[in-house]
Structures are given as structure tokens and as C-alpha cells.
């Protein structure tokens, strides 16, 4: 620890946590009103009754469900991104890697609570759950919503341990570097570490095993989620290819909202140093491939539905592509493929504002994408006598508005009392000392040369 | 020998005067939202009478059609629900409990039929409709599902009569309030499992067919279609 650029470092890297200018107070007490703001929305939902939102009769499911999927779906950034990039050992992660995991929670967190606030009586929201009850009641395990349940809080759980594990060199770090109170904290959450070999092969194989472990989880939580639709018999949910489409969407949008909070961190945080262009464009490049992938499974999916001519589901798909949703269903084609192709295949346009405006495109995209597929199908079902349209209310803007400002919040804060970017695994990266590091830090190498 | 209850809605009888739907809103304490929520979609009509216009001016013809829980043995509204309290009982209705609802409303999703409705509101009977609500069936609070049940108080109550005095029901001792108040008796409703009863003659109809029957859902209601007009 006493060479000079390790020092250089880790004092760049920690210089968030220990030094806060007013801007900090300032931003959190504006995201904090705006997060108060929507939880007061909520209340008065709870108090007044659903019908102050714009839900009705066909369409009983619109935004908060939109926004639950979105959500999820930006989870999938952290979880399935870095465990490939850390099971492939591709050394241009190292300074993306927690930036992806704080949003993989923070997404969970917010996208858990749609599923409470879209319920009739919230209050009674632990009847999914399967607890003891004196009635011997439990939960309707043929219902997709429990299987939701047991899906968010199992990859909740996996990705808190996979955020947390590798934290533990770097709360040590802070512990040795500071005093007072912090020491304290800090100490307790570095768990003792002190850095021995033995430490240092105990957290490489929990980081091997939470790698493979999380990715069947976060395939499995999005298809759950698509379960939600495709189990009914509903026009154009009741669809076999609804699985991989929504990986595939929550994996497209999740790199879309880690490209931005990274190039947003890289410039507000000044880690230029640490964060090169090439890390954004190799995330611009995935972005690419999961655009076309994503291009792919909308022709698929459209297209079999066209040929296989059933009455109502056309009904959905015409309204969607020529009716009263195409402006909406257009913008959707533009943001999430035209744009995004356009931008990234072209070098010279793939920069770091190009990636970004590409990213902003994807996730307006892919929230309109889920909008997409709730409300049209509900609006047509089978007898035509039943359709009907929706238009969201001023409470479902306000709880969704609200929500984003949660998530920046929450990492606002994650920001401030955790080092963004693994100090230890970088420095293992720019330092490599085979006595020290373990098998985990060291470099074999993809994509490192570029960097 | 458990019952089996079903219906059969004679289409050539159907006038559409709407009154199964003012009795079906008498009987089972349906509030009604007035105009302006009507107008956003939250009309609550357990059983509705759909209108359609058939062929082309100037031969058209009209259609009603009222629509009800079609009480499927296979009904899509029933795994969905992660509460069990849709659910279905020993003599093959759709149950809705109501203070087991959580408000997911994930069955109406599922219903292909659209007759499931929700609570937008704590309900509300402006004096002196209050007086009139019927005191065997539960008035369901903000948030919960409701839907047709088949009039099971009516049910319910029978059975126990019937039971008390040692006797089978007879068909057509229960009358749903739709079936009851159809002048041109266009509903019929039954034991399915009692070869020799009203619904389950007219069942056998040629004439009969079940709503949406490709979708496997099983129903227990048969319409009779109406006849080629010469």
C-alpha cells in the first residue's frame, strides 16, 4: 500500500466519501421532496380509493405494472452484465462492475414496490406470502404473481450478496484510512477483513459461486415476469416466445440505464482517470447487439401473430401498429431501433454523448415497449362490445416520476458512503502482484489491451 | 347427487329490456358509479346485455346478447388469483371471496369474458336506496373484486330449506334474480347434473352453443342463437 499510484488511487476514489459540498445536501433535499412527494401520492390513492387513477373497466392493468417491468427490467443491468463480464474475465468491467450491482438493488427495490402500490388493498399485501397462519391459509402457488414474489426476493437477496461481497475489501480500505465514527462503521461492515491469503480465496470463490448462481436467477425472474402475461388467455400475451422477448428487453434496457449512470458518474464524480471512453463504447456495443436482438424478436413476435390471423389478436395488433397506439408503437420502432442503430454502428458517432443519447432513446423506448404490451391487449379481448381505451391520471405520473427520483437518490447516497468503483479490483487490475492477488483479480484479459 | 348449476339464454326470447340488469343490481347490492365514472369505464353491471348489429344496411338485424359469469369449469380467473379468493366450489360456481381479495386484479385480466369488476370506490347508496339493499349479500368495500355468482344466497338458502325438510330441490324452486325477472323467461337457470330439468334440456339444443367455446374455457351457460329470419 505504500507505492505512490495506489495511493493516488485510492485517495481519488475515496475522495467522494470524505469531502461534501453543499451540492450533495442540496440534491438530496430536492430528490428527497420529489420521493416524499410521490409517497404522498400513494396515500392519497390508498385514502380516496384506485378510481383516482386512470385504470377502468377493461384495462386493469397500465402504468404501475409498465413501470413494475420497466423496473425489473433495469435490474437485469447489474446481475446478468457482470456476471458474464466477471465469469469471462473481461478487464474492461473492473470499473463499471458496482456502478451495475447498486443498480441491479436499488431497480429491485423500486420495481418490488409496483406490485404493492397497483394492489386494490395494499395493506393486505402479505397475503402472498406463505407464512403460518392459525386458518392454515397459504398462497395460490398456480399463481404467477406468488411465483413473482418468490422470484424478486430471491434475486433481491442474490444480488444484495453479490453488491455486498466484493465491498468488503474496500470498506477495509476505508477503515485503515480514516478515523472517528467512520472507523467505526466501516470497521463493522468490513467484517474483520484484514487482507490474508485465506480471506482473499474465501471471497474469490463466494464471487464465483454468486457469479454463476445469479444468472439463472435474473433469466428466471424476467421470465416469471413475462409469465404474468403469457399465462392468461389474453390476445397477444398468451405468447410462448414472451420469455426470452422479456430477458432479452430487461438486459436491452438494463445496459441502456447502466451506460448513462456511468457516463453520469465519470463526469460528475471526475473519474475520468478511471473510466475511459472505450469502457462506454464496449457498453455502446452490447447495446447494439441487444438492439438488433431485441429488433429480431419484435418481427417475431409480430409476425407470427400476423400470419396466424386470429380475430383478436389482430384486433390488438392493428390498433397497435395503425390505431389509436401507433404514434406510441412508432416512437417505440425509432427510440429502440432505428436510433440506437443509427448511433452505435457508425464509429464515429459511437462517443460517449452518441452512447448516452442512444441509452435515453432505449429506455423511453422500452417503457413504452412494456406499455405496449399491457394496455392494447386489455383494451381488445374477445367480445369487441368490452373494449376500451385509458389515459394515465396525474396520481400514476406523480408515483412514476417520483420513483425515478428514488432511484437517483438512493444512489446519490450509495455514492456518498461507498466507493463507486472497486479501488481493490482496479488496483489489481493496474497492479499485478501474483503473490497477493487472487485468481479472480488477475488479469487474463479481454478487452484489457484496449483499456 | 351434487348440483351442477348452469343457465341457458334463449337469444330469440332476448328483448333487451335490461330488466335481469336492474334486478341483478337489487338483488346483489351492485352500486351504481352515476354518470361521470361511467363515463371513465367503471360501470359495475354483474350482468350486462350486449348490443350488436348484424349484416348490412339495409338488412341489418339486432342482437342482444346478456352476459354473465359464465361460471367456466375451466376458468382462467381462478389459478391467476394468488389469495385463492377466486375459487371454485363443490357445485361448480366461480366464488369470489371478497374479503380474501387483495385487489391484484389480475382475474379480470384473465377473464376473456370482461365480467369481473372492481371497487374504484368505497360504494355508495344515495338515500333512500340504502333502505333497499338486500341483507343476504355482503356489501363489498373499496379495492376487491365482485362478480356474478349465480345468486348463491338464493342457492344457499334453498338448500338449506330443502335439507331441513328432508326433500331434493325441485327444478325451478331456485330462480336467480335475472332468470326471475326475464318476461320473456329468455334465462333459464338450473341443475345441469338433473337430466330432466329446464336448463339442461335446453342445453342439449341444437340451437346452443357456449361463448368464446374455443378458448377451452368450459363454460356453464349456453346461448341458443337466434333463428334465420325468412
Same mark, same amino acid.
Given at each position: 500500500m505504500s507505492d505512490a499510484p495506489a495511493n493516488r488511487l485510492s485517495d481519488d476514489l475515496l475522495?467522494?466519501?470524505?469531502?461534501?459540498?453543499?451540492?450533495?445536501?442540496?440534491?438530496?433535499?430536492?430528490?428527497?421532496?420529489?420521493?416524499?412527494?410521490?409517497?404522498?401520492?400513494?396515500?392519497?390513492? @390508498?385514502?380516496?380509493?384506485?378510481g383516482v387513477t386512470g385504470i377502468n373497466n377493461p384495462i386493469f392493468w397500465a402504468v404501475y405494472v409498465t413501470n413494475f417491468v420497466f423496473w425489473i427490467g433495469i435490474s437485469h443491468a447489474g446481475m446478468v452484465i457482470t456476471a458474464i463480464l466477471r465469469l469471462v474475465n473481461a478487464g474492461w468491467r473492473r470499473p463499471v462492475t458496482r456502478c451495475a450491482e447498486a443498480i441491479t438493488v436499488f431497480a429491485l427495490m423500486i420495481g418490488a414496490l409496483f406490485p404493492l402500490i397497483h394492489l386494490g388493498r395494499p395493506w393486505l399485501f402479505f397475503w402472498l406470502i406463505p407464512y403460518p397462519s392459525s386458518r392454515q391459509i397459504w398462497p395460490n402457488f398456480r399463481s404467477p404473481l406468488v411465483w413473482d414474489f418468490f422470484a424478486i426476493s430471491t434475486y433481491l437477496t442474490g444480488s444484495v450478496l453479490f453488491l455486498g461481497l466484493p465491498m468488503i475489501p474496500d470498506f477495509a480500505l476505508v477503515r485503515d484510512r480514516t478515523t472517528g465514527w467512520r472507523r467505526r462503521i466501516y470497521g463493522g461492515l468490513a467484517l474483520g477483513w484484514t487482507g490474508t491469503p485465506k480471506q482473499w480465496h474465501r471471497l474469490e470463490s463466494a464471487m464465483s459461486i454468486m457469479a454463476i448462481a445469479i444468472l439463472p436467477v435474473a433469466i428466471s425472474v424476467h421470465t416469471v415476469?413475462?409469465?404474468?402475461?403469457? @399465462?392468461?388467455?389474453?390476445? @397477444?400475451?398468451?405468447?410462448?416466445i414472451f420469455g426470452p422477448y422479456f430477458v432479452a428487453g430487461a438486459i436491452f434496457s438494463g445496459i441502456a440505464g447502466l451506460l448513462i449512470v456511468?457516463?453520469?458518474?465519470?463526469?460528475?464524480?471526475?473519474?475520468?482517470?478511471?473510466?475511459?471512453?472505450?469502457?462506454?463504447?464496449?457498453?455502446?456495443?452490447l447495446l447494439l447487439l441487444m438492439s438488433l436482438l431485441w429488433a429480431y424478436f419484435l418481427f417475431v413476435e409480430r409476425l407470427t401473430v400476423w400470419y396466424g390471423n386470429e380475430s383478436a389478436e389482430i384486433a390488438v395488433l392493428r390498433v397497435t401498429q395503425k390505431g389509436s397506439f401507433a404514434p406510441l408503437y412508432w416512437t417505440m420502432v425509432v427510440c429502440n431501433f432505428v436510433m440506437p442503430f443509427s448511433?452505435?454502428?457508425?464509429?464515429?458517432?459511437?462517443?460517449?454523448?452518441?452512447?448516452?443519447?442512444?441509452?435515453?432513446?432505449?429506455?423511453?423506448? @422500452?417503457?413504452?415497449?412494456?406499455?405496449?404490451?399491457?394496455?392494447?391487449?386489455?383494451?381488445?379481448?374477445?367480445?369487441?362490445?368490452?373494449?376500451?381505451?385509458?389515459?394515465?391520471?396525474?396520481v400514476e405520473i406523480l408515483i412514476t416520476i417520483s420513483t425515478f427520483a428514488a432511484l437517483v437518490l438512493l444512489y446519490t447516497l450509495f455514492v456518498k458512503f461507498v466507493p463507486i468503483i472497486s479501488i481493490w479490483e482496479l488496483r489489481a487490475a493496474?497492479?499485478?502482484?501474483?503473490?497477493?492477488?487472487?485468481?479472480?483479480?488477475?488479469e487474463q484479459a479481454l478487452g484489457e489491451t484496449q483499456a | 347427487m351434487a348440483h351442477r348449476w348452469g343457465m341457458a339464454v334463449d337469444l330469440d326470447r332476448c328483448t333487451g329490456c335490461g330488466a335481469c340488469v336492474a334486478a341483478c343490481h337489487a338483488e346483489n347490492n351492485i352500486p351504481t358509479v352515476g354518470p361521470d365514472q361511467a363515463g371513465r369505464g367503471r360501470a359495475m353491471h354483474?350482468?350486462?346485455?350486449?348490443?350488436?348489429?348484424?349484416?348490412?344496411?339495409p338488412d341489418v338485424r339486432l342482437k342482444f346478447r346478456p352476459v354473465?359469469?359464465?361460471?367456466?369449469?375451466? &376458468?382462467?380467473?381462478?389459478?391467476?388469483?394468488?389469495?385463492? &379468493?377466486?375459487?371454485?366450489?363443490?357445485?361448480?360456481?366461480?366464488?369470489?371471496?371478497?374479503?380474501?381479495?387483495?385487489?391484484?386484479?389480475?382475474? &379480470?385480466?384473465?377473464?376473456?369474458?370482461?365480467?369481473?369488476?372492481?371497487?374504484?370506490?368505497?360504494?355508495?347508496?344515495?338515500?333512500?336506496?340504502?333502505?333497499?339493499?338486500?341483507?343476504?349479500?355482503?356489501?363489498?368495500?373499496?379495492?376487491?373484486?365482485?362478480?356474478?355468482t349465480f345468486c348463491v344466497q338464493r342457492i344457499t338458502a334453498a338448500e338449506i330449506d330443502a335439507k331441513a325438510g328432508k326433500r331434493e330441490l325441485k327444478d325451478g324452486e331456485i330462480q336467480t334474480a335475472c332468470a326471475q325477472s326475464c318476461a320473456a323467461r329468455a334465462l333459464v337457470f338450473g341443475d345441469l347434473n338433473d337430466p330432466d330439468s329446464d336448463v339442461s334440456r335446453l342445453s342439449r339444443s341444437p340451437r346452443g352453443s357456449k361463448l368464446l367455446e374455443d378458448l377451452g374455457t368450459l363454460p356453464k351457460v349456453t346461448y341458443l342463437d337466434r333463428q334465420t329470419q325468412v
Amino acid at each position: 500500500m505504500s507505492d505512490a499510484p495506489a495511493n493516488r488511487l485510492s485517495d481519488d476514489l475515496l475522495r467522494p466519501l470524505l469531502q461534501t459540498s453543499w451540492r450533495f445536501y442540496a440534491l438530496v433535499a430536492f430528490l428527497g421532496s420529489i420521493v416524499l412527494m410521490g409517497l404522498g401520492t400513494w396515500a392519497y390513492q @390508498m385514502y380516496n380509493g384506485f378510481g383516482v387513477t386512470g385504470i377502468n373497466n377493461p384495462i386493469f392493468w397500465a402504468v404501475y405494472v409498465t413501470n413494475f417491468v420497466f423496473w425489473i427490467g433495469i435490474s437485469h443491468a447489474g446481475m446478468v452484465i457482470t456476471a458474464i463480464l466477471r465469469l469471462v474475465n473481461a478487464g474492461w468491467r473492473r470499473p463499471v462492475t458496482r456502478c451495475a450491482e447498486a443498480i441491479t438493488v436499488f431497480a429491485l427495490m423500486i420495481g418490488a414496490l409496483f406490485p404493492l402500490i397497483h394492489l386494490g388493498r395494499p395493506w393486505l399485501f402479505f397475503w402472498l406470502i406463505p407464512y403460518p397462519s392459525s386458518r392454515q391459509i397459504w398462497p395460490n402457488f398456480r399463481s404467477p404473481l406468488v411465483w413473482d414474489f418468490f422470484a424478486i426476493s430471491t434475486y433481491l437477496t442474490g444480488s444484495v450478496l453479490f453488491l455486498g461481497l466484493p465491498m468488503i475489501p474496500d470498506f477495509a480500505l476505508v477503515r485503515d484510512r480514516t478515523t472517528g465514527w467512520r472507523r467505526r462503521i466501516y470497521g463493522g461492515l468490513a467484517l474483520g477483513w484484514t487482507g490474508t491469503p485465506k480471506q482473499w480465496h474465501r471471497l474469490e470463490s463466494a464471487m464465483s459461486i454468486m457469479a454463476i448462481a445469479i444468472l439463472p436467477v435474473a433469466i428466471s425472474v424476467h421470465t416469471v415476469v413475462s409469465f404474468d402475461f403469457s @399465462m392468461a388467455p389474453v390476445p @397477444m400475451w398468451h405468447s410462448t416466445i414472451f420469455g426470452p422477448y422479456f430477458v432479452a428487453g430487461a438486459i436491452f434496457s438494463g445496459i441502456a440505464g447502466l451506460l448513462i449512470v456511468t457516463a453520469a458518474l465519470r463526469k460528475f464524480l471526475h473519474l475520468e482517470e478511471y473510466v475511459h471512453p472505450v469502457h462506454i463504447q464496449n457498453l455502446g456495443k452490447l447495446l447494439l447487439l441487444m438492439s438488433l436482438l431485441w429488433a429480431y424478436f419484435l418481427f417475431v413476435e409480430r409476425l407470427t401473430v400476423w400470419y396466424g390471423n386470429e380475430s383478436a389478436e389482430i384486433a390488438v395488433l392493428r390498433v397497435t401498429q395503425k390505431g389509436s397506439f401507433a404514434p406510441l408503437y412508432w416512437t417505440m420502432v425509432v427510440c429502440n431501433f432505428v436510433m440506437p442503430f443509427s448511433i452505435l454502428s457508425l464509429k464515429k458517432l459511437r462517443t460517449i454523448t452518441g452512447c448516452v443519447i442512444a441509452s435515453c432513446g432505449v429506455l423511453i423506448g @422500452m417503457w413504452l415497449e412494456r406499455f405496449l404490451i399491457v394496455v392494447p391487449s386489455l383494451g381488445h379481448k374477445y367480445l369487441p362490445y368490452t373494449w376500451g381505451t385509458y389515459r394515465p391520471r396525474p396520481v400514476e405520473i406523480l408515483i412514476t416520476i417520483s420513483t425515478f427520483a428514488a432511484l437517483v437518490l438512493l444512489y446519490t447516497l450509495f455514492v456518498k458512503f461507498v466507493p463507486i468503483i472497486s479501488i481493490w479490483e482496479l488496483r489489481a487490475a493496474e497492479h499485478p502482484s501474483p503473490a497477493l492477488l487472487p485468481a479472480a483479480a488477475r488479469e487474463q484479459a479481454l478487452g484489457e489491451t484496449q483499456a | 347427487m351434487a348440483h351442477r348449476w348452469g343457465m341457458a339464454v334463449d337469444l330469440d326470447r332476448c328483448t333487451g329490456c335490461g330488466a335481469c340488469v336492474a334486478a341483478c343490481h337489487a338483488e346483489n347490492n351492485i352500486p351504481t358509479v352515476g354518470p361521470d365514472q361511467a363515463g371513465r369505464g367503471r360501470a359495475m353491471h354483474w350482468l350486462r346485455v350486449e348490443r350488436y348489429w348484424e349484416g348490412d344496411f339495409p338488412d341489418v338485424r339486432l342482437k342482444f346478447r346478456p352476459v354473465m359469469c359464465q361460471q367456466c369449469d375451466a &376458468a382462467p380467473c381462478e389459478p391467476v388469483c394468488p389469495t385463492y &379468493a377466486s375459487h371454485h366450489t363443490d357445485e361448480g360456481l366461480n366464488a369470489q371471496v371478497y374479503n380474501r381479495c387483495i385487489g391484484t386484479r389480475y382475474c &379480470a385480466n384473465a377473464c376473456p369474458y370482461n365480467v369481473r369488476f372492481f371497487e374504484f370506490f368505497n360504494p355508495q347508496w344515495p338515500k333512500p336506496l340504502h333502505l333497499q339493499l338486500n341483507p343476504d349479500v355482503s356489501v363489498r368495500e373499496v379495492g376487491v373484486m365482485e362478480k356474478c355468482t349465480f345468486c348463491v344466497q338464493r342457492i344457499t338458502a334453498a338448500e338449506i330449506d330443502a335439507k331441513a325438510g328432508k326433500r331434493e330441490l325441485k327444478d325451478g324452486e331456485i330462480q336467480t334474480a335475472c332468470a326471475q325477472s326475464c318476461a320473456a323467461r329468455a334465462l333459464v337457470f338450473g341443475d345441469l347434473n338433473d337430466p330432466d330439468s329446464d336448463v339442461s334440456r335446453l342445453s342439449r339444443s341444437p340451437r346452443g352453443s357456449k361463448l368464446l367455446e374455443d378458448l377451452g374455457t368450459l363454460p356453464k351457460v349456453t346461448y341458443l342463437d337466434r333463428q334465420t329470419q325468412v
